[in-house]
C-alpha cells in the first residue's frame, strides 16, 4: 500500500505481466511468407561475413543502409538462429520485452489506474504489426519508449525513475541507430533532455557534463555515418508514390490503431477511401473512443508538459513530411514510430488522473478502448485478409512451373524472387519482366504463368496488362498481393 492507501504492483504482478508480454509475443509473430522490405532485410542479413555484409548493404544503395543498428543485430542473429520467416521476426522478440519490461516497471511505480499504461502498451495494433515484420520498427520502438519515460519523468515532480536521463538517453541513442528518419527525433529527444537536466539547479556542476557527453558523442558518430550515406548517395526506393492528405490520414489511422478493424492496406491502396465502406460500424466505435481519449489528454496536459513534447515531436515530423512533399517519399505510419510512445504515455496519465476523478467513467473508456485495441490487434494477426505479399506461394507456383519446362514471366519483387530461390539465370529460369514495354512482350514467345504483384509498382506503364488483354492467358488464382495469369489454350 502507498501512504494515501493506494494498491501498488508487487514484484509478483509485475512478473506475471511480463510472462504473458513474452507469451504474446511468440503468438504475434508469425510464419508468414516474408513481404517485399523483409526480403530485402534478409538477403543482407543471410551474407556469410562482415565484410560482404557491408559490400551488399553499399552496392544495393536503399534504405538499409541507413538502418546500421538493426541491420547489424539482424545479420548476427541470422548466424545463431537461420533465415527462416519465423527466425527473422524472431529477432524483434528481445526488443519487445525491453519495451515491454521498461514500461512494466515504469508503471508499476505508479500508484491508482495508472497500470493501465502497461497494458496500452501491450495491446496496441501498430506495436502488434511491426513486431511481426523483420524489420527495424520494433526495436525503433524499444528505443523510443526509453527516450519517452526519461522526458516524462524529467518533468514529473514525484519521480519514480532517479536516473531518468540514462533511460532517455540510452533510449536515445537506440532509437537513432534504427534508420535515418528515427535519428531525427533522436536528436531532438537528446536536446530536450539535456535541456531538462541542465535547468535542474542539483545538477549544476561540471560533473553533470560526463552524463551527457557520451550520449553526444555516440549521436555525433551516427550523425556522421548518416551523413556518409547521403553523400553515396543511399536513399528509400522512389517509385511507390509521394505525399498527400491521404497519406496524413494514413498516418493518424495506423498510429492510433484503426488497421486490424478496417479494410487491409492492398485494399486500401486498391480502391482508397472506398474501401472504409464496409467496416464503418467498428471504425466509428474505435474512432469515437479514441477522439474522447485524445480530446481528455489535451485538457489534461500542463502548458509546460505540451511545450516539451512539441519540442520533442514537431521539428522531426515536419521535416519527414517535408521530404514526403518534396522529395516524392512516401510517408507512412511507421516513419513516426517514436510518436507512438507519447500518445500512450499521454493517455495513461490522463487515465490515471481521470480515475482520481470519476474512477467509473475512467474505467469504463480505458476498458473500452483496450478491447477496441485486442480486437484490432487480434484482427491484424489472424484475419486473412491482413496477411502479408505471399511470395512464398507464388514462388512455389513459379518453381513449379520451371520444373515442367513451362516458360514464366516475374512481375513481381526480386529479392523476395531471390530469397525463396527463383532461378533468373541459365537453362529453365523465370524472366524478369518488371516495367518491360509492350514491344518486348509481343517479341518474346508467349509465357505458360505470369505472376503480377503490385501493377503500380512493377508495371507502371500498364504495358503488361495492356498485353493481357490480346494474348490468350486468363486469371486463373490471386494470392494476397498477386495475380496468377496461365496459358488458356
Known amino acids: ?69 538493426y541491420m547489424l543485430w539482424l545479420w548476427g542473429w541470422e548466424k545463431i538462429f537461420g533465415h527462416s520467416e519465423y527466425a527473422l521476426r524472431l529477432a524483434n522478440l528481445p526488443w519487445w520485452l525491453l519495451a515491454q519490461g521498461v514500461t512494466i516497471r515504469f508503471f508499476g511505480k505508479k500508484s491508482g489506474f495508472f497500470w493501465v499504461g502497461s497494458l496500452l502498451f501491450l495491446l496496441h495494433p501498430f506495436v502488434w504489426y511491426y513486431l511481426d515484420e523483420a524489420r527495424p520498427y520494433a526495436m ?21 525513475i532517479k536516473n531518468w536521463f540514462l533511460w532517455g538517453s540510452c533510449g536515445a541513442v537506440l532509437m537513432g541507430i534504427t534508420s535515418l528518419l528515427a535519428f531525427l527525433f533522436s536528436g531532438t529527444g537528446l536536446i530536450v533532455l539535456t535541456f531538462l537536466l541542465l535547468s535542474e539547479r542539483s545538477t549544476r556542476q561540471p560533473k553533470t557534463w560526463l552524463r551527457i557527453v557520451p550520449a553526444l558523442a555516440v549521436f555525433s558518430a551516427t550523425g556522421i555515418y548518416y551523413l556518409w550515406t547521403l553523400c553515396i548517395g543511399a536513399r528509400a526506393t522512389n517509385g511507390t508514390g509521394g505525399t498527400g492528405w491521404s497519406n496524413l490520414l494514413y498516418v493518424s ?125 487480434l484482427c491484424l494477426r489472424l484475419s486473412p485478409r491482413h496477411g502479408k505479399d505471399n511470395y512464398r506461394g507464388a514462388a512455389k507456383l513459379a518453381k513449379s512451373a520451371l520444373a515442367q519446362n513451362k516458360i514464366v514471366w516475374w512481375a513481381a519483387d526480386l529479392a523476395a524472387a531471390k530469397y525463396y530461390q527463383i532461378p533468373f539465370t541459365g537453362a529453365g529460369s523465370a524472366v524478369d519482366v ?37 494474348v490468350p492467358l486468363k486469371q486463373t488464382a490471386t494470392l494476397q498481393s498477386f495475380t496468377i495469369w496461365e496459358d488458356a489454350r
Open 1 to 69: 500500500m502507498t501512504g494515501s492507501g493506494q494498491m501498488t504492483w508487487g514484484p509478483v504482478k509485475e512478473r506475471i505481466l511480463f510472462c504473458v508480454s513474452l507469451a504474446a509475443g511468440f503468438f504475434i509473430i508469425s510464419q508468414q511468407s516474408l513481404w517485399i522490405d523483409e526480403a530485402h532485410s534478409a538477403l543482407k542479413a543471410m551474407q556469410p561475413d562482415l565484410a560482404s555484409f557491408f559490400r551488399t548493404l553499399v552496392s544495393d544503395g536503399g534504405s538499409d543502409l541507413q538502418m546500421p543498428g
Open 140 to 160: 525503433q520502438m524499444a528505443g523510443a519508449t526509453l527516450l519517452a519515460i526519461g522526458i516524462f519523468e524529467a518533468q514529473n515532480p514525484e519521480r519514480s
Open 253 to 377: 489511422y495506423e498510429l492510433l490503431g484503426f488497421s486490424g478493424v478496417g479494410p487491409s492496406r492492398i485494399e486500401l491502396r486498391q480502391n482508397g477511401a472506398g474501401a472504409l465502406r464496409p467496416y464503418l460500424p467498428e471504425l466509428a466505435l474505435y474512432g469515437l473512443a479514441s477522439c474522447v481519449m485524445l480530446v481528455a489528454t489535451v485538457r489534461e496536459l500542463g502548458s509546460k508538459m505540451v511545450v516539451v513534447w512539441a519540442t520533442y515531436l514537431l521539428p522531426p515530423v515536419l521535416l519527414i513530411l517535408m521530404i514526403g512533399v518534396f522529395k516524392d517519399f512516401r510517408v507512412l505510419g511507421r516513419h513516426f514510430t517514436p510518436v507512438l510512445p507519447v500518445i500512450l504515455l499521454a493517455w495513461a496519465s490522463c487515465l490515471a488522473v481521470w480515475h482520481r476523478k470519476n474512477p467509473r467513467s475512467a474505467i469504463g473508456l480505458g476498458t473500452l478502448l483496450l478491447l477496441l485495441m485486442l480486437t484490432s490487434s
Open 434 to 470: 518488371r516495367q518491360s514495354r509492350f514491344e518486348d512482350f509481343a517479341k518474346s514467345p508467349l509465357p505458360n504463368l505470369i505472376l503480377l504483384s503490385k501493377p503500380d509498382v512493377y508495371d507502371s506503364h500498364g504495358d503488361l496488362l495492356r498485353y493481357l488483354h490480346d
